[in-house]
């Protein structure tokens, strides 16, 4: 994980950073700590130096710290949480493959990839506009280790899995634990694969036309020399979500049959790329154009020609942003860029959904990989450091910490499996209309809640390690800035939670029964049917008559078993109270009108994605062979407020007046003067 050599730190210096158990220089550990045998040794080598140093303290010239480096190994086998859940749900012969290349994945990521990662960190693309003669080039240079990614992604078949459907539905999972895998170590080449797998996502939803076949195949190709990345294209000038009202690019058409498109691109992560999906307006005969999302068509564009050249493109800049450095992110002008047209004229927003639910996706898998790899550090951190007379991990305090963490972090692994399964389902065909809506649901889900987990997550973990946390040459901010991006790209927190409530509505109350019925077991399901029959159920608004109807129809697949397990018994009572109170919600603010499920949008959001971890982290608790620690961890779970949109329910937060009185928090009194405006005299 952590870097040999910072090109611009230590030049001078005989060690490198945290490398000093490399040259025999050992930690001091206070007399009469708390020791293994195999640490008495360490604990004396140390003692050992501090008496015979080789030069008197106060006159060396260069200190280095007296901390151990931790190590990692191979990230699948040292993941039993992953091995586990294969173990769970993939056939026995898929499984036997699945694992024997991911343990040789997982040595190949420790011993090539992750060196190449830091290379890419130290080498951040430059922008060269001109050549030495004047002449405009605008070109995006990028380091070899970061087109070596390009070719390691290819060969490894992250974005080629998911497509050849070996494994059939079980073929999306297993790329996603690939990608999972990688992403920490992937020198933030997980972003362009990200936007790769969405292209590909759509070219295939529209039937892989014949004008499209290349791409796709490039896409979706092993070869290193075929292999094409794809960008994604949306936000221009006004920035932001609202591709309805911010896009201004327009499409020409040609004699051809094809499109030019003149327009300024804002940020096109990714600007390195082969192709793009872009959105723009179409020009009609009489030069007009229609506004709005009905107006969006979805365009595809080669960035480059055979030559090299670029596309009627010019980069204006590379974006100097907080994370992600290792990506070049540009704001691009297309003058005239040849473009074909995917999508129905008008269609681009409904086009262009499927690539963002994959990205989306791909979302979650870094916020849970970045997570992932930071406990893992601190659980290693902990076992070498030693403060106040003994190691970290000795603390119960800060032992106690962690354990908060795995659980977040096991919560969110969770989520994204059951994302991906569902996922697999769909694209082959055997996904019932319940997995359907069930999927539509949970990717907003997902995707805003555990980019809002990781960036607490990783800076928790990053406090472990106290001042060494903040130091550059450790490589711990380089992960922190990295995560800090995932509750912003793709839709920030309180777009995707409209989202989630436009997803409901669309379904007419469908897709939150679905939800319910996903989550309760049957012994509750039958008692809520035995309630409505001898009317002793509430009046209700139809999505939560769909919801008790949805429940008393059959048995789900969450609760079922842990119903039955003694040890489970609170989180299962615990879930079905939180469910309880999610169905009173809906039926409450139901009658409220909208401004109250706006403002309740975030905290019923949380509240589904607190409620299904809870349900997918008992369910993973209950099956045969589960460990200690997966009770725990559910029981954990469950114990913590599962349904928060309840509470601020009863608290009024959703009133009417909760609008006024957000507003004079943010913006000041309306009765008061603002700063920069005239005061009223006072009286003589």
């Known amino acids: 994980m952590f870097p040999r050599r910072l090109p611009w730190r230590g030049r001078g210096a005989t060690c490198e950073p945290w490398q000093l158990r490399r040259c025999g220089e050992r930690c001091q550990a206070p007399r009469g700590v708390n020791t293994t045998a195999g640490q008495e040794q360490q604990v004396g080598m140390r003692e050992k130096l501090l008496e015979e140093p080789r030069t008197p303290l106060e006159r060396r010239e260069t200190e280095t710290l007296f901390q151990e480096q931790p190590e990692i190994g191979n990230q699948y086998l040292e993941d039993a949480l992953l091995r586990n859940y294969l173990k769970a749900h993939l056939p026995p012969q898929v499984l036997q493959e699945v694992n024997q290349d991911l343990e040789r994945f997982g040595n190949r990521l420790l ?29 995006i240079i990028t380091c070899s280790a970061w087109r070596r990614m390009k070719e390691i992604a290819a060969e490894e078949g992250l974005i080629a899995e998911a497509y050849e459907r070996r494994y059939s539905n079980w073929s999306r999972m297993y790329q996603a634990v690939k990608l999972y895998l990688f992403s920490s170590s992937s020198g933030g080449f997980n972003c362009p694969l990200a936007m790769t797998d969405g292209a590909a996502k759509v070219i295939e939803s529209l039937g892989v036309p014949g004008s499209l076949k290349n791409a796709f195949d490039h896409l979706t190709s092993r070869d290193p020399k075929k292999f094409w990345t794809s960008g994604q294209w949306m936000t221009e000038r006004r920035g932001g979500s609202d591709v309805a009202n911010g896009t201004e690019t327009v ?42 999302s009905s107006g969006l068509s979805l365009f595809f564009l080669k960035v480059r020609d055979e030559e090299g050249k670029l596309n009627n493109i010019q980069v204006q800049r590379l974006k100097d942003k907080l994370g992600t450095r290792q990506m070049a992110t540009g704001e691009l002008w297309l003058n005239g860029a040849e473009a074909q047209l995917i999508s129905a004229e008008g269609r681009g927003v409904a086009s262009i959904s499927n690539m963002l639910n994959i990205t989306r996706i791909h979302n979650v898998i870094a916020a849970v990989a970045s997570m992932r790899r930071m406990i893992n550090l601190s659980r290693e951190y902990a076992r070498r450091r030693v403060a106040f007379g003994k190691l970290l991990k000795d603390h119960p305090l800060h032992v106690q910490t962690m354990a908060r963490m795995e659980v977040q972090t096991r919560g969110a692994f969770l989520l994204l499996m059951e994302i991906v399964r569902l996922l697999g389902l769909v694209e082959t065909n055997m996904a019932s209309e319940e997995d359907q809506l069930l999927l539509r649901l949970l990717v907003p889900v997902a995707k805003l809640y555990t980019g809002k987990q990781a960036s607490a997550v990783v800076i928790e973990a990053m406090e472990s390690f106290g001042g ?127 401004v109250t499920m706006e403002l309740a949008a975030r905290d019923f959001s949380y509240s589904l994605a607190r409620i299904y971890a809870g349900a997918l982290l008992t369910e993973h608790a209950a099956r045969p062979g589960a460990a200690s620690t997966d009770i725990s961890a559910a029981g954990r779970w469950c114990s913590g407020e599962l349904c928060p949109v309840a509470a601020e329910l009863r608290s009024g937060s959703y009133e009417d007046g909760a609008v006024l009185a957000d507003s004079a928090l943010v913006f000041g009194d309306p009765d008061l003067p603002h700063a920069g405006e005239d005061t009223p005299s006072s009286p003589a």
């Open 111 to 139: 011993t090539k990839i992750q060196p190449l990662a830091w290379e890419c960190e130290w080498n951040p693309p430059v922008f060269r506009p001109y050549d030495a003669w004047g002449q405009r080039v605008d070109r």
């Open 251 to 292: 499409a020409r058409k040609q004699a051809d049959g094809t499109y030019r498109l003149y327009g300024f691109k804002w940020f096109t992560s990714a600007a390195d790329s082969d192709m793009a999906l872009t959105l723009a307006r179409v020009v009609d005969a009489e030069g007009c154009v229609k506004q709005g």
């Open 468 to 594: 060494q946390g903040y130091m550059e040459d450790t490589g711990l901010p380089v992960v922190i800035r990295d995560t800090l991006v995932l509750s912003i790209w793709e839709g920030t927190t309180n777009v995707l939670s409209l989202d989630v409530l436009r997803s409901l509505t669309k379904s007419q109350g469908q897709a939150l029964a679905v939800f319910c019925s996903a989550v309760q077991s049957a012994e509750w399901q039958e008692n809520t049917r035995r309630e409505e029959q001898a009317g002793e159920s509430l009046e209700s608004s139809p999505a939560l008559r769909g919801a008790q109807a949805e429940a008393a129809r059959g048995p789900s697949k969450k609760l079922e078993l842990a119903a039955s397990t003694a040890e489970l018994g609170p989180a299962v009572k615990q879930m079905h109270d939180a469910i309880g109170r999610l169905v009173q919600f809906v039926q409450g603010a139901g009658s409220k009108g909208t």
